[in-house]
């Protein structure tokens, strides 16, 4: 070994030394900070293994991503109350990834966690019957996203809602990571619209998403009106078109809904339309791009054992979420923004969690997908039939073993996960994950 390499390895080691002192300090500040003040949470995340992206995924959004290496994860997640009806909740994520699983765009390699985001960073008020959220957060998910659909999808913005008798309606305007398309950079922003009606334990509602992308994007009240609707914005204004794209530089995504819940369970119904074809012309030529999303989800106890199960089934046309515009796309930082991944036909899964004692719990589940490659397809191609119908279809699944112990005298919980992967680019994995929670 010569003198430089053994200075770059002497450098590396302090370099890991002082993340982990720094991270340490951190977390040991926070846990402080939060025993001493009531309302302040904390909860510090670690793991170790590989990706658990979907096939599908990984290949058309992420191609550079190796699944078989190994990644370290910090995730730190903090709030505390500030008043009565105001709070904060933040995330910080320190990793050495690729920095497009985190939706960055830098990273250094020579340090042991080579690039990080705050994830989220947002203050939330409530007040019945108002709602309203400013800053970094997922804004557009009313349901926590379940796996396969756990990806991070964190933008800039803010959320409101208003409920009156048995109506709700929520607004949200948010602000995607800039993309670049064709040597251009193009800034991203995404408005979202809807209206619900609640009858007893189950609710209906329709609404609307509208990503618009440009070189820059003002703030512009055409956009930003909540209570008019997105699919008609460009019937009174001309689109902004962009050389080398067949597309104008907005897409309008209408969304119906169904939910049903009681004190156990739920169970909702998401429907998706990006593009349908009324003329015989059009439907001969092009394809529909609608998906159609199941899930449900259950607590019951199975021979004195508590299980949480939760399933769900998605079917859509394989061009859903795709646009021939500059970065008009239903996802952020490549990651879907709704319960689909590019190319998908169908994906079933379930996942179930078995509480077999106070401190041992054991996960199962599985999934299974079948798509197309369809980011081999020029955008001005994705849509047409024909070109659909020449992609090769592919097909995957996983089964995924799990188990976790949580400590009785400390917050603290350890957990490994393992699965086997079949199919044509699925892939097998481990994970252990370390996880302190405190709340007060």
Not at 151 to 157: Q, V
Not at 258 to 275: G, L, P
Not at 299 to 319: A, C, D, H, M, T
Not at 370 to 381: A, D, E, F, G, H
């Amino acid at each position: 070994m010569n003198l430089n390499s053994r200075q770059k390895d002497s450098a590396l080691k302090k370099n890991h030394f002082i993340w982990l002192v720094v991270v340490l300090q951190y977390c040991i500040a926070l846990s402080t900070y939060a025993q001493n003040n009531p309302g302040y949470n904390l909860s510090v995340h670690y793991s170790y293994g590989n990706s658990q992206l979907l096939p599908s995924l990984t290949s058309q959004s992420f191609p550079d991503v190796d699944t078989d290496e190994k990644y370290s994860d910090v995730w730190i997640d903090y709030g505390f109350d500030i008043f009565e009806n105001l709070s904060f909740e933040g995330a910080l994520e320190l990793t050495d990834q690729p920095h497009e699983l985190i939706a960055t765009k830098f990273s250094r390699p020579d340090f042991p966690l080579s690039t990080g985001r705050f994830q989220r960073s947002v203050l939330k008020y409530s007040n019945d019957p108002f709602t309203v959220s400013f800053g970094r957060d997922d804004f557009l998910t009313d349901e926590g996203h379940t796996q396969p659909f756990k990806y991070p999808t964190f933008g800039d913005g803010f959320s409101w809602d208003f409920q009156w008798r048995k109506w709700t309606f929520k607004h949200v305007f948010e602000v995607m990571p800039a993309e670049e398309a064709n040597g251009m950079v193009f800034r991203r922003s995404v408005s979202y619209h809807h209206l619900a009606r609640e009858f007893g334990n189950y609710s209906i509602g329709a609404g609307e998403f509208f990503i618009l992308t440009g070189e820059q994007i003002g703030f512009d009240l055409k956009r930003l009106n909540p209570f008019l609707p997105y699919l008609l914005n460009s019937h009174d204004s001309e689109g902004n078109i962009y050389s080398g794209f067949s597309g104008d530089a907005d897409n309008a995504i209408i969304k119906g809904f169904f939910r049903w819940s009681n004190q156990t369970s739920s169970a909702s119904i998401n429907v998706y339309i990006d593009e349908f074809q009324i003329d015989g012309y059009d439907r001969e030529v092009y394809s529909d791009a609608i998906l159609i999303s199941l899930s449900g989800s259950t607590q019951k106890k199975i021979i004195g054992i508590e299980n949480q199960l939760r399933i769900g089934f998605s079917v859509s046309n394989p061009n859903f979420g795709q646009h021939p515009g500059p970065s008009t796309t239903m996802t952020l930082a490549g990651f879907p923004l709704v319960e689909y991944v590019p190319g998908m036909k169908n994906l079933a899964y379930f996942d179930n969690t078995m509480i077999i004692t106070k401190h041992f719990k054991l996960n199962v589940g599985m999934f299974t997908e079948r798509w197309v490659p369809i980011t081999t397809l020029s955008p001005s191609k994705m849509n047409e039939r024909t070109s659909l119908e020449s992609l090769e279809d592919y097909s995957d699944s996983r089964l995924l073993l799990g188990l976790g112990y949580s400590f009785s005298q400390t917050p603290l919980a350890l957990g490994a996960t393992g699965w086997i992967g079949s199919g044509e680019l699925s892939n097998s994995g481990l994970k252990i994950e370390l996880n302190y929670s405190l709340k007060n």
